[in-house]
T-cell receptor
Framework: NAGVTQTPKFQVLKTGQSMTLQCAQDMNHEYMSWYRQDPGMGLRLIHYSVGAGITDQGEVPNGYNVSRSTTEDFPLRLLSAAPSQTSVYFC???????????????FGPGTRLLVL | AQKVTQAQTEISVVEKEDVTLDCVYE???????LFWYKQPPSGELVFLIRRNSFDEQNEISGRYSWNFQKSTSSFNFTITASQVVDSAVYFC????????????FGSGTKLNVKP
């Protein structure tokens, strides 16, 4: 089991460029999510998905798009990067929460993004 | 309002000292979950513990222990006989029954354990 994988590990963008951060999991988890981590602010939820074809916004969704065409993959797209999006991005996954039972989230290694 | 507060930004101790990391949470739900994660210098997030709101029993795992007190809305984490390998940023997180799909993290406490 590779767990949760993220690519790339590090990326430098210029303002206005677009890119996609990749996230994949091989644990058959239904729930996947994206967070950004900024100094002194902990992790903040950007978007999440409770299954293929279903996505929803988190705490800080502006400037980011997501889609979930398969159970395994949950890419995060920046359509027009801004310096304010410089951050470390974490993807996480867990089993379904449909029953109301809170499953533990497992995190990928992170992607460090620098927007100039 | 901040749902999870970790007031200690950074703590430094000498190896073998005991250290307690504080976590105070805020919720109106009667059903919720609390978590602790460790982020070592390598950057990954490591799950340490999950506790639900109906289980106030303290938990011990080796040198780690957790004290959950609903009366004070706190879920504190104690490391006994700290070691240099415990140096990391520790995050407390909350998930509420009314929206289990969202996690709220505290800002983290950086623990420095010096030899």
């Amino acid at each position: 089991n590779a767990g949760v994988t993220q690519t790339p590990k590090f990326q430098v963008l210029k303002t206005g460029q677009s890119m996609t951060l990749q996230c994949a999991q091989d644990m058959n988890h239904e729930y996947m999510s994206w967070y950004r981590q900024d100094p002194g602010m902990g992790l903040r939820l950007i978007h999440y998905s409770v299954g293929a074809g279903i996505t929803d916004q988190g705490e800080v969704p502006n400037g980011y798009n997501v889609s979930r065409s398969t159970t395994e993959d949950f890419p995060l797209r920046l359509l027009s990067a801004a310096p304010s999006q410089t951050s470390v991005y974490f993807c996480a996954s867990s089993y379904s929460r449909a029953s109301g039972y809170q499953e533990t989230q497992y995190f990928g290694p992170g992607t460090r993004l620098l927007v100039l | 309002a901040q749902k999870v507060t970790q007031a200690q930004t950074e703590i430094s101790v000498v190896e073998k000292e005991d250290v307690t990391l504080d976590c105070v949470y805020e919720t109106r739900d009667t059903t919720y979950y609390l978590f602790w994660y460790k982020q070592p210098p390598s950057g990954e997030l490591v799950f340490l513990i999950r506790r639900n709101s109906f289980d106030e029993q303290n938990e011990i795992s080796g040198r780690y222990s957790w004290n959950f007190q609903k009366s004070t809305s706190s879920f504190n984490f104690t490391i006994t006989a700290s070691q240099v390998v415990d140096s990391a940023v520790y995050f407390c997180a909350l998930s509420e029954a009314n929206d289990f799909n969202k996690f709220y993290f505290g800002s983290g406490t950086k623990l420095n354990v010096k030899p």
